[in-house]
């Protein structure tokens, strides 16, 4: 359970880091999306010629409904995502987004038969709270607007996919990636097509960061989120995943040199403090 906690904090930490990348990518945001699940499905396929594992097919044909549905809510959610990046701004589009894992923790209950404690409603309670802090002003200033509609959009997705992705059974973390990003792959290359205009034309200095981006934050960042999720409660799973816009902000900050209010300071500590209470709480009334 530790090793899975690691694991997964670990993928959070990296995905945080997914707007800085890209931010050195001089392509639009379907093109970013497309090239980094190739680029990660690519580096999966060489890990398993590599590693001379053979996929468990029959395994794959019994579950492919939720292995397509996760690929696919994967897929749409980041369209989406990187649609209301462009449309409204990271930070707004960060808070409807990163409204799915309520969803999740709100569900968890009646579809993984996860009891709601106190601990977690505390925590839920001070993480909700600390991502308005965050982000409030941004989306009190813009309001209801289109990018703000697919943000939701991918919040919902994202909750989809957490949900999908937790009823894989069996499989190991490479499998079920490696089937998630070739999926979500098939799902974006259509969008990819569509809202390409003119030739595609890749500056030298966006080739690291495509690659770093493709390999590292999507082929070796899913890696450790998928093989970890499945070893964490569906809550806990929703909870610790605001680590990773609290770490984007963090990242903004120290790399982008971007400005931290005393409110966001304030909304960070209360992310952190609500995530920590509600595992390490619970972890601490079980070794009682």
Not at 68 to 86: H, P
């Amino acid at each position: 359970m530790t090793k899975s906690y690691v694991k997964y904090i670990l993928s959070l930490l990296i995905f945080g880091s997914n707007g800085i990348v890209a931010s050195y990518i001089l392509l639009s945001s379907a093109e970013i999306v497309f090239s980094r699940t190739v680029i990660g499905s690519l580096f999966l396929v060489l890990i398993f010629i590599l590693g001379r594992k053979r996929p468990q097919f029959e395994l794959m044909k019994k579950q492919w409904f939720y292995l397509l549905g996760s690929g696919i809510s994967m897929g749409l959610s980041w369209i989406f995502l990187f649609e209301a990046y462009r449309l409204t701004g990271v930070s707004t589009a960060t808070l409807a987004y990163y409204c799915g894992p309520v969803i999740v923790m709100a569900a968890a209950p009646f579809i993984f038969h996860e009891k709601m404690t106190t601990s977690k409603i505390i925590g839920i309670i001070s993480v909700a709270l600390g991502m308005v802090l965050v982000n409030g002003a941004d989306f009190l200033t813009d309001g209801m607007s289109w990018g703000l509609m697919y943000g939701i959009m991918s919040a919902l997705l994202y909750a989809a996919m957490i949900i999908s992705n937790k009823k894989v059974e069996k499989l190991t973390g490479l499998e079920i990636t490696l089937a998630q990003l070739v999926t979500a792959c098939a799902v974006v290359a259509p969008y990819a097509l569509l809202m390409h205009i003119g030739t595609i034309s890749i500056s030298v200095t966006s080739i690291i960061p495509i690659l770093f981006l493709g390999v590292v934050n999507t082929g070796i960042g899913c890696y450790l989120y998928f093989s970890s999720i499945h070893e964490i409660p569906a809550q806990s799973v929703a909870i610790c995943s605001y680590i990773d816009p609290l770490s984007a902000l963090l990242y903004s900050s120290l790399i982008l040199k971007e400005h931290l209010g005393i409110v966001q300071i304030f909304g960070a500590i209360l992310i952190l403090g609500g995530a920590a209470f509600s595992e390490l709480y619970h972890f601490r009334k079980n070794q009682i």
